[in-house]
Structures are given as structure tokens and as C-alpha cells.
């Protein structure tokens, strides 16, 4: 069941049932409020927030942070999105024509995106490795990914849960092949913190992305870059600003080529103690738990609803709180507009290539009776509307 307690501190609108945490998450109140303390004291002295006080506030979320990953303060920076991220990445990547970068076919588009463009310039060429769905188990899932290796591999870029398919994938052994074959890793983890355990130390990928805009319940604009100390020098900024031979260089070049952006309120990342703090004091292993138990429990009935088959084993080795149901439909445009529109359900109907999703997410603020308004509703568009096909 829902904590009422848990429920009362966020400020999504009651009137909407929201099954779409994963997008952009939901921030509590009190987190919101350090926030809007910090913001306003941004305002009351710009100078003094952005040249002085923040520079320690920014020192401090970063060790909060760090402790939470388990990983090294010095070794992350804070980025507005995983996005941002990965174009620092990818823009340093030193790629030789014919080199290639593997990845999989249901990987979030954007990244596609960024990896394919830096990929064309240098005339690389962006793998995305067919992944058998739906998953039969981890070694399965490893044999095909492995499949697309050449001897023009130069790294892995992996999501450890994917975005339209919402599978959490073995990037722990993914990356230990990778690295016996002399490859870098780069792990896409906007989905991960604040959702299922992450150890960076355990993971041991050389670059970790990741949001805690979303399921770390920070305020919008929160994310992080991890790199391995080793690799750091690789990657520079994608702004040039006063950390570039900074007059007073802290010990990291790392933190001042990425962290001294000039202007901008990165109130945000400096909530993150705060987030924590949320995080601990309201049990959230035990609350993702119980997220996971209702996502899990619905999963066959909405894909028995659809005529389709659930991605994978419906378990925690597959699935975290997010659960994607296949749907046969040319138009999911139409279907999120009128779930919304009519039923006032906000849940993402997403396309992933010729493919298209619907995905519940599900939080402290969710209960069983919000997944009964969605299948209700769309036992209802099923049988009125005509835009789901072949059931």
C-alpha cells in the first residue's frame, strides 16, 4: 500500500494519475524547498552565491553524492542531464575512421543520436547490436550483445535500464568482458540511482552516467558524469570557460574544466544532501521494494489485455519499477492523448523503432487502484476507439 504520508509530500496535481515517474520524476516537498532556499539566496547575492558560497555548497553535494555511489567526490560532476553528458563523452571520444562504438538497438534515442552524429563525423560506425527480445536470461542477453564485437571495437555504451523497454540489463558482467578485451565502458544509468542499488566500485565501468532528477527525486536539471580517474584527461569541456587554466585551480583539473561553467543557477545539484537526507529518513529501499512488488503483480495482466508477452521474466533480475507492455498500434500519439485528455492518466506511449510501448512507472505516491484506472481506461479504448490492432 501507498504511504498517505509518503503521498502528501509531493506536489504533482492530485487530479492527474501520474504513472510516468520515469520521464522527469516528481520532487518531494521538502526537497523542493531547499530549492527554492537556495535559489532565493542566489537572487539576495548573485556574486556571492555563484563566485563563493557555492563553490563549497557544489564541494559539499558532490561528497554527499559520492558517498551515495560509493566512488571518489573528485571523480563526478554535476550535469543538467544524462544528455549533456554523454555529448562530453562522445565529443572527446578519440575515434579513427572504420572504429567502432557497440551499443544495442534499444538504446535511449538521444544518445543514439549523439553517438551516430560524432560517430559519422569521424567515419566510426555506431553498433547498435540486435537484442533478442523477449529476454530469456542474463547469458542470453550477453551472447547477443557480444555478437556485434569486431576488432574495430574501441568501447562499450550500454544503459543498465533501458528507457522505451524499461530492462535492466547485466552491465556489472558486461563490463568485465568488455574490459578483458581492452575495451572502454560507458554506462548509460539515467534510470538507476534512487531505483535499484548502484556501486559504482562494483560496476567498475569507466564512465557512469546518471540522473537524480529522476528516481533520486532531486529537482529538475540534476545529473551526473562519473569518470575513472585514469581517464579524466580525456575529456574535455563542452563549454571552455574559467576552469581552463583556472588562476586558482582546485586539485582536480577534472572539476574545474567541467564545474566553472560562468553563469548559471545550479541550484539543483546542490540539493543533493537534501535528497539524500529524503531518501534515508523515508526508508526508500523498503518503499522501492513495495513499488516493485505492484509493478511486478501487473505486469502479465496488462499484457494479457494487450495480446502481447511481458519483455522478460517478470522478477527483479529484469524489471525494477517500470514495466513496458507492448502495444499494437500505428497511432500511440492518439492513445496518450486520450488517456490523458479523458482519463486524466499521464503514462508515456512510445515508440522504440517500428515498435511502440506503453510504460508505467511506479513510485510512493502510486497505488494499486491507479494501475486498475489504467487498465480500466484501457479496457475502454480497446473497445471504442479502434486503435489497437490484432489482439
Known amino acids: ?19 510516468n515517474f520515469g520521464s522527469f520524476g516528481a520532487c518531494p516537498k521538502p526537497v523542493f524547498e531547499e530549492y527554492q532556499k537556495y535559489q532565493r539566496e542566489l537572487e539576495w547575492e548573485p556574486v556571492q552565491f555563484i563566485a563563493i558560497n557555492g563553490i563549497e555548497y557544489l564541494k559539499k553535494a558532490r561528497h554527499a553524492l559520492a ?15 544524462p ?5 562530453i563523452i562522445a565529443k572527446n571520444f578519440k575515434l579513427n575512421a572504420g572504429d567502432e562504438i557497440l551499443s544495442t538497438n534499444i538504446e535511449y534515442g538521444a544518445c ?13 560506425k555506431y553498433v547498435r547490436q540486435e537484442i533478442s527480445l523477449p529476454l530469456v536470461s542474463k547469458e542470453k542477453f550477453i ?15 550500454i544503459s543498465q535500464i533501458t ?23 560507458i554506462v548509460d544509468g539515467a534510470h538507476v540511482p534512487g531505483h535499484i542499488p548502484l556501486d559504482l566500485q562494483q560496476i567498475q565501468a569507466d564512465i557512469y552516467i546518471g540522473a537524480c532528477h529522476k528516481w533520486m527525486c532531486a529537482p529538475k536539471g540534476c545529473s551526473f558524469l562519473y569518470v575513472k580517474r585514469e581517464l579524466q584527461y580525456l575529456f574535455d569541456p563542452l563549454v571552455i570557460s574559467w576552469g581552463y587554466k583556472a588562476a586558482m585551480p582546485s586539485d582536480s583539473q577534472f572539476i574545474d574544466y567541467h564545474q566553472a561553467q560562468g553563469t548559471r543557477d545550479f541550484s539543483a545539484f546542490v540539493t ?16 522501492a521494494a513495495s513499488c ?7 505486469y502479465q495482466r496488462f499484457c494479457d489485455l494487450m495480446g502481447t508477452q511481458p519483455l522478460c521474466p517478470i522478477g527483479d533480475e529484469f524489471l525494477g519499477q517500470m514495466c513496458s507492455i507492448k502495444i499494437n498500434t500505428t497511432e500511440p500519439e492518439k492513445i496518450q492523448k486520450i488517456l490523458f485528455d479523458k482519463y486524466k492518466i499521464e503514462i508515456p506511449v512510445m515508440r522504440q523503432a517500428d515498435t511502440v510501448y506503453m510504460r508505467y512507472s511506479i513510485n510512493a505516491f502510486n497505488s494499486q487502484d491507479d494501475l486498475d484506472k489504467l487498465y480500466n481506461a484501457m479496457v475502454e479504448i480497446i473497445a471504442t476507439s479502434g486503435l489497437i490492432k490484432g489482439r
Not at 500500500?1 to 504513472?19: A, D, G, V
Not at 551472447?143 to 562499450?156: R, Y
Not at 516493485?292 to 501487473?298: D, F, G, P, Q, Y
Open 67 to 81: 558517498e551515495y555511489l560509493n566512488c571518489k567526490a573528485d571523480d563526478l560532476v554535476y550535469t543538467t542531464n
Open 112 to 124: 543514439d543520436r549523439t553517438w551516430k552524429y560524432y560517430c559519422t563525423n569521424a567515419g566510426a
Open 143 to 157: 551472447e547477443d550483445f557480444f555478437n556485434g564485437l569486431t576488432d574495430k571495437t574501441k568501447a562499450v555504451f
Open 272 to 287: 543533493m544532501p537534501k535528497v539524500i537526507e529524503f531518501l534515508k529518513e523515508n526508508d526508500w529501499p523498503a518503499v
Open 1 to 19: 500500500m501507498t504511504n498517505i504520508n509518503l503521498k502528501s509530500q509531493f506536489l504533482l496535481n492530485p487530479e492527474i494519475t501520474y504513472l
Open 292 to 298: 516493485r512488488a505492484i509493478a511486478h503483480k501487473n
Open 163 to 185: 528507457s522505451s523497454t524499461a530492462l535492466i540489463f547485466p552491465v556489472k558482467e558486461i563490463c568485465e568482458i568488455a574490459k578483458s578485451k581492452g575495451l572502454m565502458t
Open 83 to 87: 544528455s549533456y553528458a554523454v555529448n
